[in-house]
């Protein structure tokens, strides 16, 4: 089954430092979106692509984030200079284009900055 | 404000019980609300979705009811099921589900055997 992957499930850093995480949509699925949530809390939406075009971005996305998807395929989600505030899950999820179409998330990565 | 409010935080329901979540929505321009159903260590996984324009919708044991005048619409889980324990979301989206989905907070449901 190739449903939505992102890699890596864990990751614990230091704050300041750089993190990268990725995301492989389910194939032939044209929109990417990508979700923040915190323990407790439902997701938050952070940005979406169709194909490689980001087209919305939420004000949670910070100048220390950012997201791109290259070839409409993967995408990667780089924060710098983490902080403790942005411990979280962080959820890719995609979709086929169309306004009836479902969004199905992956199982995401955990990020932990001390 | 884009706000979805979402109640009980947390809910237990003898199996074979009904466990009804409700959520409250102020943005009359949402014409989309799915129900996400999650698992610990999982991701969010569609579970039922409804639009506007119709007051319910059924898929087995699972039934939205949807007020359009209250801004309300509420989850049903009939008959509920050990293996229904999880965390339930409602969400909404402008533009179908194609587009941002706004989350509630979340429900815990237990359902005890």
């Known amino acids: 089954d190739t449903g939505v992957s992102q890699n890596p499930r864990h990751k614990i850093t230091k704050r300041g430092q750089n993190v990268t995480f990725r995301c492989d949509p389910i194939?032939?699925?044209?929109?990417l979106y990508w979700y923040r949530q915190t323990l407790g809390q439902g997701p938050e939406f952070l940005t979406y692509?169709?194909?490689?075009?980001?087209?919305?971005k939420s004000r949670l996305l910070s100048d220390r984030f950012s997201a791109e998807r290259p070839k409409g395929s993967f995408s990667t989600l780089e924060i710098q200079r983490t902080e403790q505030g942005d411990s979280a899950m962080y959820l890719c999820?995609?979709?086929?284009?169309?306004?009836?179409?479902?969004?199905?998330f992956g199982p995401g990565t955990r990020l932990l900055v001390l | 404000q884009q706000q979805v409010k979402q109640s009980p935080q947390s809910l237990i329901v003898q199996k074979g019980g009904i466990s009804i979540i409700n959520c409250a929505y102020e943005n009359t321009a949402f014409d989309y609300f799915p129900w996400y159903q999650q698992f610990p260590g999982k991701g969010p996984a569609l579970l039922i979705a409804i639009r506007p324009d119709v007051s319910e919708k059924k898929e087995g044991r699972f039934t939205i009811s949807f007020n359009k005048s209250a801004k309300q619409f509420s989850l049903h889980i009939m008959d509920s099921q050990p293996g229904d324990s999880a965390t339930y979301f409602c969400a909404a989206s402008i533009g179908g589900s194609a587009r941002q989905l706004t989350f509630g907070s979340g429900t815990q449901l237990t359902v005890l055997p």
């Open positions: 692509f169709q194909n490689e075009a980001q087209l919305e």
């Open positions: 999820a995609s979709s086929l284009g169309g306004q009836r179409k479902t969004q199905y």
């Open positions: 194939s032939e699925h044209n929109r």
